[in-house]
């Protein structure tokens, strides 16, 4: 399964419709910039990633929805921004402090949304993401070293024996 869209709609939708549930401000769409950090931009790099179309910076969301999809799970994003980052002008410069605060007010949201969703995240089965590894492996298994077989077998032995056709 291709990797353009990273998120699964499924869940998102139903994130959202939480999100909305308890009173979020939601901003459905948008485009995701993953940094290595921990660290802050740049005036520089803040301005330049807007340039760009980013929505939201962080560090860890790319790596996640990655291994989501080799998992085969429902990956989405709910992004609880912690500041503006330093391209806002008429914000004040962002601080450690400021951060952990909204995080703390995050981590509360957070915990309502997820409360929120939990039914309608238990029912998506709309989507693809549960077979994205379909095909993934074109080599025949019986072509595979055993050792790589056995590497693999934790991600892929639904796929494989697919191939063999015993389902």
């Not at 939480?18 to 993953?34: E, I, P, Q, S």
């Not at 929505?55 to 994003?77: D, F, H, Q």
């Not at 450690?96 to 998506?124: F, Y």
Request: charged share 25%; proline share 3%; net charge positive.
């Amino acid at each position: 399964m291709a990797f353009g869209d990273p998120v699964c709609a499924s869940l998102g939708a139903a994130l959202s419709d939480a999100a909305h549930a308890v009173g979020a401000t939601v901003h459905r769409g948008g485009v995701y910039l993953c940094i290595e950090g921990p660290q802050f931009s740049t005036k520089g790099e803040s301005r330049l990633y807007r340039q760009w179309g980013a929505s939201v910076i962080g560090m860890t969301n790319l790596p996640e929805a990655k291994l989501a999809r080799e998992a085969e799970l429902c990956y989405a994003t709910v992004a609880l921004a912690t500041d503006y980052d330093c391209w806002h002008e008429t914000e004040e410069a962002v601080t450690v402090e400021a951060i952990l605060s909204t995080l703390r007010q995050n981590v509360t949201l957070a915990k309502r949304l997820l409360r929120a969703a939990m039914h309608a995240v238990a029912d998506v089965k709309t989507c693809r993401c549960h077979c994205a590894l379909q095909d993934a492996i074109i080599t025949a298994p019986d072509r595979m070293p055993a050792s790589l077989r056995r590497k693999l077998a934790l991600l892929m032995d639904r796929v494989m024996l697919e191939k063999k056709g015993v389902r």
